[in-house]
């Protein structure tokens, strides 16, 4: 399946694919990088949602990976990683989880990584409590300062 396809058939953010990195919040945008033909298309989440889910914390980004047989989802939250932020990212990436179980079954079957982009400084090293428990209940959950979003696509798993 495609991306634009999958964001297509979910009724609440369908009308909000953009081209290319074009959802990101232009402070986000300069976090991540890719070869624009790598590229299927990108949905601010957050915003697309706001009304649906006003009192939730709710993932930020979306963001379509060429594949080779199915398109991939690149998963953004662009937060403060300190210590004190690590309960709150881990609770919006639940709440992604269930909205993709519950409202999005099309994009919950592409292949997908969920990654969280420091705003600033990682105040926690790899072997603390907070950098356990992110391994523990954030399961694939990628902490970084930044990351290309892909070199070649098919390393997006």
């Known amino acids: 399946m495609k991306f634009h396809e ?29 070869d624009g033909r790598h590229l299927r298309g990108s ?3 957050d915003s697309a949602l706001r009304g649906l889910y006003p009192d939730d914390a709710r993932w930020d980004y979306a963001v379509g990976l060429v594949g080779r047989e199915h ?7 662009v937060h403060p990683a300190s210590s004190l932020h690590v309960d709150e990212a881990l609770s919006e990436l639940r709440w992604l989880v269930h909205w993709l179980e519950m409202s999005a079954p099309e994009l919950k079957i592409l292949p997908r990584r969920f990654c969280w982009i420091a705003t600033g400084t990682i105040s926690f090293s790899r072997s603390s409590a907070q950098a356990r428990k ?6 694939r959950l990628r902490i970084t ?12 798993l």
């Open 6 to 34: 999958a964001v297509k058939s979910t009724p609440s953010i369908g009308g909000h694919l953009k081209s290319g990195l074009k959802a990101l919040k232009n402070a986000d945008r300069g976090r991540v990088s890719c």
């Open 43 to 45: 949905v601010d989440i």
């Open 71 to 77: 398109d991939s989802v690149a998963w953004l939250e």
């Open 134 to 139: 992110v391994a523990r209940e954030g399961g």
């Open 145 to 156: 300062k930044r990351r290309p979003l892909c070199t070649s696509c098919t390393t997006i």
